[in-house]
């Protein structure tokens, strides 16, 4: 069976789970900077930053898999209306009646979707949060043995640090690349594969092919890992634009 073409659960979602998860970066942003600039001792200021970071992630993940229970709730809802058996005669009524008009997904394969992109959103997010923290204390180690050094390995601890940023990201990459690629298969979206892929080379480019860039800002050394740079953007700009191309070019997706 289909629902309304004017229903876009899919992409309403993705869409509102992006922003509230682009909030959570931009208030962890905020937060750093107003406990760094406050004076306070780096060491406590630290701590601090990471604990109300890491309170602000766990808030935006529950609070995105609460928005997707809700549309997992309404999908159910509107599916259990008509009988199982009764689902697939419906479908095939529906395509005969409003032909090109019907949605372009059936209620089943949303559902999947949805499911889909909650693993990724909720779960996959999780686990990248839990391994932020692992990659922090091994960056923090790495920094104190250099240290230790008397600074004899600055270099080395920045071609480090930026040789091993990526693996921070790409689990979470990985997943949310997944996720567009199941959405194109489904929608038979050629387009969609592409970006995918392109996407996934520029990172590896980043990843490997590009140096930490640095430069000074009122006085302080600020330095730019470009790996981290085109993640973001994958996680904010690419999905924002994945829902609005979905909300666009689909109906009800």
């Known amino acids: 069976m289909y629902i309304s073409p004017k229903k ?10 992006t922003l509230i998860r682009f909030i959570s970066f931009a208030m ?34 529950l609070i995105s898999a609460c928005v997707f229970l809700i549309a997992l709730h309404k999908i159910n809802r509107y599916i259990a209306v008509i009988p199982e058996e009764e689902r697939a005669e419906l479908a095939v009524l529906q395509e005969e009646t409003f032909g090109k008009n019907v949605s372009n997904l059936n209620a089943e394969i949303i ?24 990659y922090r204390l091994f960056a923090l180690k790495l920094y104190d043995a250099i240290a ?17 940023h990526s693996f921070k990201y790409q689990g979470l990459l990985i997943a949310l690349l997944l996720g567009v690629i199941m959405t ?14 392109l996407a996934a080379s520029i990172y590896l480019l980043s990843s490997t092919g590009l140096e ?13 890992v470009w790996s981290s740079v085109i993640f973001h953007m994958i996680d904010t700009i690419g999905m924002i634009c994945l829902a609005l191309y979905l909300r666009v070019r689909y109906r009800g997706v």
């Open 8 to 17: 876009h659960l899919l992409s309403n979602v993705i869409l509102l789970v």
């Open 28 to 61: 962890s942003g905020a937060v750093r900077v107003m406990i760094r600039s406050g004076g306070m001792a780096p060491d406590m200021a630290d701590e601090m930053v990471w604990r109300i970071q890491s309170g602000i992630a766990i808030l935006s993940v």
């Open 111 to 134: 559902r999947k979707l949805l499911e889909t992109w909650f693993v990724i959103f909720v779960g996959v997010q999780l686990m990248y949060e839990v391994f932020s923290q692992v």
């Open 148 to 164: 230790a050094s008397g600074g004899l390995m600055t270099d080395a601890y920045t071609t480090l640090y930026n040789l091993s």
């Open 184 to 197: 194109a298969i489904f929608l038979d979206d050629k387009t969609l594969k592409l970006v995918a892929i």
């Open 212 to 224: 930490m860039a640095t430069f000074s800002v009122m006085g302080r050394d600020v330095g730019i």
